[in-house]
């Protein structure tokens, strides 16, 4: 285990936690975007697709993060959800 | 025409009148006519850890409001040729000044001196409105810590919608020995980030407590760490290209490998 731990001392470092929530608090930061308005996002967009797909709520993980635009791979926020999919309703029988 | 460039930093206590005096001195010591400004009007302190504070008269309130003219109130520092201090006043409070004076005393300091260097208060508030407003040019200053870096990020978002563009980065109070550890992060991931460029990176150093004691910027100690640091920093201000002192270079033989077999990231 020590052998594996010397050659990945960089991953479980405090440093590397620190990075990782500063990264996060300057995403909302420079977005200027609240837990709670995150929380209201959430809220409404179960409430949207619930009506067609059974989703497991309290897998889901909605955030703002930075991503590379198509055109000229510049950095820039987007909203991400990740929705974990219960079952699909059939709308025709509903 | 000198140039006036701001220190700022949004949070408190990461190193902003330390910098300013080092930076000044190690500036005149290159031969150059500076001015240093302290514009926390309140908490006035770039005098004390220049060794200056028995010598004031008058200060930056005095001059805006005309009670004295600006060459009186400015100090000459005796022991280092071409160096003078603006003090803030004490008794006042930041808005005894508005930006558009500050504006105004930057202009005619920029016709005096080479470089002008204006010690912000921390916060974003109207201390730092005041600050930056005669400003060509600034210096952020961080520190290796979750809170300062965050700050940081929000002071360059605020320079930059100020215009006041590309703002330059001094990592200060580094432990080289944590950063080996990956108990503190490095220059590498500041600058990764912040996304500005890097103007200098100074050293935890003890040499640096001793020298505002004593009211000597370290920058004139030739064994201080800090201090050469500071040298190389007024350095480059000045526009030439100093080489960045690789700190983490005395690494093993093992870490180098890992390095050259790409298990470090």
Known sequence: MDFLKFFNKDNGTSKNVAKERLKLVLVHDRTNCSPHFLDMVKG????????????????????????KRDIDDTLVPALVANIPIKKMKDKRNA | MGEVIVITSGKGGVGKTTTTANLGTGLSQLGYKVAVIDADIGLRNL??????????VYDLVDVVEGVCRLKQALIKDKRYEGLYLLPAAQTKDKNAVSPEQIQKLCHDLKEMF?????????????????AIAGAD??????????????????????LEAAELNDPLLIINRIKIDMVKRGDMMNIEDMIDILAIDLLGVVPDDESIVIATNKGEPAVTDKTSVAGQA??????????????FVNMESNEGFVSRLRKILGFAK
Do not use: H
């Open chain 1, 44 to 67: 409404d967009i179960i409430k949207v697709i619930s009506d067609y797909i059974e989703v497991d709520e309290d897998g889901l993980d909605i955030k703002i993060t930075k991503t």
């Open chain 2, 47 to 56: 005098d004390v850890v220049m060794g200056l504070e028995n010598r004031i």
């Open chain 2, 114 to 130: 080479d470089y002008v260097l204006v010690d912000c208060p921390a916060g974003i508030e109207q201390g730092f409105k005041n």
């Open chain 2, 137 to 158: 040019r600034s210096i952020v200053v961080t520190t290796p810590e979750i809170s300062a870096v965050r700050d940081a990020d929000r002071i360059i978002g605020l």
């Open chain 2, 230 to 243: 500071y040298r190389n920093i007024a350095q480059r201000i000045t526009g030439e290209k100093v080489p």
